[in-house]
């Protein structure tokens, strides 16, 4: 059964494009000028209950802007969105109660009270149960370990800390949606493995469905069951991860820091097979290469001789990367 319905979604901002200068001011004033920018263009999805969908896409490809009118904060251009049969800009009060929310900037949490007077004034907000609460409550401090932190104000949590608060927190009513917008921007490894982790328990053992947006390759391939690729307000993926598993696990990039380049390393780079170069400015050199057809330290060696290497890292694929492969 689909609990989230989306048909033609559409949402259009309006830009005021100012003149510049004392005589741009005054006409800014009389005759104000206007520019329409399309943010999310005639999207349509079903999404049925437990699954986990990651909502991928570049910086500016609309993804908040979605999350924004499915939690019901934005008000649609045209189009509908139905949550659970609610739709959520008309009936705000019951749809808050069964959606959690996390967007990675914001803070749902008091940020003078130690955390646990947070959680117990959402439990009034909320009118969760008591018997509920505290199961919740336990389970979370278990999975996120929360103990040391219950009693901490907010204000003085790390952002790893803040973060599991604010996650737990999202999940404490037993919501049948959670939107998670970039909910591991940020964190380092350890902390974004045990949210991983979370997610994927809790939508094991209760069934929520979980919409996440990320730019980290490896939340959409350790959480989601299914992935929706955004682009210039359009879906332009729709499906389970193998074919773009496909591009995550063929292709890496090895960025080189160099303080000097020879002219021939362009003419090697395109002469070796499985290597192109994805990037280039004067002190960095960024290489994609094939994993199937060569290793890293190939490419290392392959490129060293021809410049002074200074540093170097190997990076995942990025979304960009994908992205192109997905419109070839
Ligand atoms: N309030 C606004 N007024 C005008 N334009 C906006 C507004 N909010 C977003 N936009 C524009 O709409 C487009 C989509 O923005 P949105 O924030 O939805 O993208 P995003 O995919 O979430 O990006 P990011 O990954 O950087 O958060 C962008 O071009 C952005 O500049």
Redesign the pocket.
């Known amino acids: 059964m689909s609990i989230i319905e989306v048909k033609n979604l559409r949402?259009e901002?309006?830009?005021s494009e100012k003149d510049v200068g004392l005589i741009g001011a005054i006409k800014n004033v009389f005759r104000p000028k206007f520019r329409t920018?399309?943010?999310?263009d005639d999207i349509s999805f079903s999404i049925a209950e437990g699954e986990v969908v990651g909502y991928i896409?570049?910086?500016?490809?609309?993804?908040?802007?979605?999350?924004?009118m499915l939690t019901g904060i934005l008000t649609p251009t045209s189009g509908e969105v139905l949550i659970n049969g609610l739709v959520p800009q008309k009936n705000r009060v019951r749809n808050n109660k069964q959606i959690g929310t996390v967007f990675g900037q914001r803070t749902q949490l008091w940020w003078d009270l130690p955390v646990i007077e947070s959680y117990n004034l959402l439990q009034n907000i909320y009118e969760i149960p008591k018997d509920i609460f505290e199961e919740n409550l336990n389970r979370f401090r278990e999975l996120l370990d929360l103990d040391e932190l219950l009693k901490t104000p907010v204000r003085q949590l790390s952002l790893g800390q803040k973060m599991r608060c604010e996650i737990a927190a999202a999940f404490l009513h037993n919501p049948r949606v959670v939107y998670l917008?970039?909910p591991t921007i940020g964190l380092d490894v350890m902390v974004k493995e045990k949210i991983r982790e979370f997610i994927k328990t809790v939508n094991k053992e209760r069934k929520v469905t979980v919409i996440l947006?990320t730019?980290d390759m490896q939340d959409i391939e350790e959480v989601c069951s299914r992935v929706m690729f955004?682009d210039y307000?359009k879906v332009i993926y729709d499906g389970d991860l193998e074919s773009v598993k496909n591009v995550l696990g063929k292709t890496r990039t090895v960025v080189f820091k160099v303080k000097s380049k020879s002219e021939d390393l362009y003419d090697v780079i395109e002469k070796s097979e499985g290597l192109s170069l994805l990037k280039e400015a004067e002190d960095t050199l960024e290489i994609q290469f094939n994993r199937e057809t060569v290793t890293a330290t190939q490419v290392i060696n392959i490129v060293s001789p021809y410049c002074e290497v200074v540093d170097l890292s190997i990076q995942e694929v990025s979304i960009e990367t994908i992205v192109k492969s997905l419109y070839k």
Do not use: M, P, Q, R
């Open positions: 949402k901002y309006k830009i920018k399309t943010a999310v896409g570049a910086n500016g490809a609309g993804k908040s802007t979605t999350i924004k917008d970039e947006t730019h955004v307000g």
